[in-house]
């Protein structure tokens, strides 16, 4: 996720429930609309979510996914499954909540939901990379445990979850 720091309790993260769902016809709008609520230093971080879902279809391996709260979008993600049969695990390839539901501990409940969802699948290594600066997602990352590997990717500090 992109520009935010860790801000709530850890009660208050329990309270918060998310799910991942599949992004359809009749939902694609209000998922892609939901990167105009990014602060500018936060956009030059992260893909607008339009572009990832295009990428998504011409990917072979690309799995994305709206992040919802109840009946409403609260962010987007989206996994490369294609790493090198030599590396285990996924890489977390695109990963944003919207503006105004940063801080709310959306971002750490879509975490946990994706980890569990890897783990049902037999995974138990997820990658991401991450620019620094103003907006920068570091903070968020190594809050949930996700250590620096000393590799850069694509200019990026590529950063490991364990399980």
């Known amino acids: 996720m992109v520009g935010y720091e860790e801000r709530v309790s850890p009660s208050a993260v329990a309270e918060q429930t998310v799910e991942l769902r599949k992004i359809t016809a009749e939902t ?11 602060s500018p230093e936060q956009r030059k971080m992260v893909a607008d979510n339009g572009i990832s ?3 998504a279809h011409f990917a072979d391996a690309a799995w ?3 992040i919802y709260s109840g009946d409403e979008p609260v962010g987007f993600l989206m996994l490369d499954l294609g790493m090198d049969p030599d590396e285990p695990g996924v890489s977390l390839w695109r990963f944003m909540i919207a503006g105004p539901h940063q801080g709310k501990g959306y971002g750490r409940r879509a975490i ?3 980890v569990a ?5 037999g995974t138990n290594t997820l990658y991401t990379s991450y620019g620094r600066g103003p907006g920068s997602p570091e903070g968020f990352y190594r809050s949930l445990g996700f250590e620096p590997t ?3 990717v ?8 364990r399980w």
């Open 28 to 38: 694609v709008y209000e998922v892609c609309k939901l990167s105009e609520t990014l």
């Open 53 to 55: 879902i295009a990428e």
């Open 64 to 66: 994305f996914r709206g």
């Open 112 to 114: 946990e939901s994706l």
């Open 117 to 121: 969802h890897l783990k049902a699948r």
């Open 150 to 152: 000393g590799e850069l």
């Open 154 to 161: 694509d200019d990026e500090t590529e950063a490991v979850l």
